[in-house]
């Protein structure tokens, strides 16, 4: 333990004037067995500080082959390794100078041990959750209805997943997951969250359109009692109510029943995917009557329902139009956009938005990516981006 004497005369032989540096000094030693590999050191930003000083948790996510990522209850973090060229000490309940201004001039001389040691931290960067995988687990095994009667046993839940499973598979914060599961029309069925086949819900979805059609319902009048009544002997009722929920907003009308109206921009959507799910490439006019007749009457069809689920190509005499989900593309930015420009040379903005709008960070545009991973040029007059490096293919 050194006295103050023997630090006074350390600062001599440095030729260091006691003025110009703190008031307070730590002599520090290393306690036994004392590693780098004792402690890990993380930064954290004012809002996750204030979430651990709660008592709320944080969780680290993601298999074997994937890149660590860090979970709040509604926000998901990047992990990366930062190293530092001043070697970071960790001493428990170690005093600043200014924390010790007020103490007698005696304890201005600190002994102070090192638990540990570090020349490197955990660094966070927020980032969008990696949600891809979820619609792929869910899409093992979708939902197509009831098993039929005549099959003996149920099929066995061997692709099923809970909702703590897929917190456990998902590298995504609780709250963008459940998000997600109602954003892709997730249901939860005996405890294990289901995607519906897509053909069974357009079953479904038509049972309930041809209900309002028989029965001259208005679109934002429909019952929910009545269409249980009806439709449960064709189909389940939580499949009918769930569809409901995925089509329609829910209310309450002023003699306490429940009613929904339907969401003509959803509905036109789905059934325009319907159409062309089946065909590689569709005439944009023949398309848009055949869409048109396939919605329910009252409703009115527009391409501007269509962003981010099918491209139109005007490059030809002939217009054409074909199926591209931007769920479909990879998550990566440089992947996404080399798979667009490998699929078309160049692209409008207005064209390429719908694609990109989902990689765009807090307070980032679509304009922003665009200048960062292609080039714009003038085609006949009008400015298109083609990419920036050469395309994989």
């Known amino acids: 333990m050194r006295t103050l004497e023997e630090v006074q005369a350390t600062l001599e032989i440095a030729k260091l004037k006691p003025e110009d540096l703190q ?13 780098s590999a004792d402690y890990c050191l993380m930064e954290l930003d004012e809002t996750l500080c204030k979430h ?6 944080l969780v680290i996510r993601g298999d074997k082959n994937e890149h660590a990522i860090l ?25 600043t100078a200014d924390q010790m201004k007020d103490e007698p001039k005696d304890s201005q001389l600190v002994h102070a041990e090192v638990w540990g040691f570090s020349s490197c931290y955990w660094e966070l960067k927020l980032q969008r959750p990696k949600l891809k995988k979820l619609k792929k687990l869910l899409m093992e095994q979708p939902y197509e209805g009831p098993p039929l009667r005549t099959e003996e046993q149920p099929r066995e839940p061997e692709q099923l997943y809970t909702s703590a499973e897929l917190l456990e598979r998902i590298q995504a914060s609780e709250e963008e997951l459940f998000s997600s599961l109602q954003k892709i029309n997730a249901c939860e069925i005996d405890g294990f969250w289901r995607m519906l086949d897509f053909s069974y819900e357009m079953k479904v979805l038509g049972h309930i359109t041809q209900l309002v059609d ?6 934002t009048e429909v019952p929910l009692s009545t269409c249980l009544q009806e439709l449960g002997c064709l189909e389940p009722t939580d499949m009918i109510e769930h569809c409901l929920n995925c089509y329609g907003r829910r209310y309450t009308t002023d003699d306490g029943e429940v009613h929904f109206s339907l ?4 509905i036109c959507r789905a059934t325009a995917q319907m159409i062309l799910q089946n065909a590689v490439k569709f005439s944009l006019a023949e398309f848009q009557e055949v869409w048109q007749q396939s919605v329910p009457d009252g409703m009115k069809t527009t391409l501007d329902q269509l962003r981010g689920l099918a491209l139109v190509d005007r490059s030809t005499a002939t217009h054409t139009i074909s199926l591209l989900r931007v769920e479909d593309l990879p998550e990566d930015t440089l992947e996404r956009f080399n ?30 990516l665009l200048t960062k991973y292609a080039r714009s040029s003038l085609q006949n007059g009008a400015k298109v981006y083609n990419s920036r490096r050469p395309v994989q293919t």
């Open 23 to 35: 008031s307070v000094t730590h002599c520090l030693s290393f306690g036994e067995n004392v590693s």
């Open 52 to 57: 651990i000083e709660a008592g709320k948790s």
């Open 71 to 95: 979970c709040s209850d509604d926000k998901t973090y990047d992990l990366k390794i930062a190293d530092t060229s001043n070697l970071l000490l960790f001493v428990p309940g170690c005093k």
């Open 214 to 219: 028989s029965e001259s319902w208005s679109l």
């Open 263 to 266: 969401d003509e921009a959803k």
């Open 339 to 368: 798979c667009l420009f490998s699929m078309r040379e160049k692209w409008t903005e207005a064209d390429i938005a719908p694609y990109i709008e989902d990689l765009c960070g807090e307070k980032q545009t679509t304009g922003a």
